[in-house]
Nanobody
Framework: VQLQASGGGLVQAGGFLRLSCAASGRDFSRYSMAWFRQAPGMEREFVAALFRRSTAVYVESVKGRFTISRDSAKNTVYLQMDSLKPDDTAVYYC???????????????????WGQGTQVTVSS
């Protein structure tokens, strides 16, 4: 599976962005998908995951503001980010894995496939 992330940019606080992650390869529907982010000098942080196509999991700091979804016909997973804050500034990465278990969705080490990252910058 190859992943291509896009949709990042510069936005003011309170604004919104929608990230996309296009996947190539077979059997996309078998993969759990996730978004992580990494700010300068920080470790990669879990943001959201769509476990086995239907169970959405979020980090507490984005609950109610971010929504993860997928379009299986387009082999694409999205991250709708609303009410953005300067603390959301980071490089966002999408990830995929076909054998994930629910207890591991927040762990970057559990994902076999990664996209190249897209920069999100939120100005105050």
């Amino acid at each position: 599976v190859q992943l291509q992330a896009s949709g990042g940019g510069l936005v003011q606080a309170g604004g919104f962005l929608r990230l996309s992650c296009a996947a190539s390869g077979r059997d996309f529907s078998r993969y759990s998908m996730a978004w992580f982010r990494q700010a300068p000098g920080m470790e990669r942080e879990f943001v959201a995951a769509l476990f086995r196509r239907s169970t959405a999991v979020y980090v507490e700091s984005v609950k109610g503001r971010f929504t993860i979804s997928r379009d299986s016909a387009k082999n694409t997973v999205y991250l709708q980010m609303d009410s953005l804050k300067p603390d959301d500034t980071a490089v966002y990465y999408c990830a995929a894995d076909s054998s994930l278990i629910l207890s591991s969705v927040r762990s970057a080490a559990a994902y076999d496939y990664w996209g190249q990252g897209t920069q999100v910058t939120v100005s105050s």
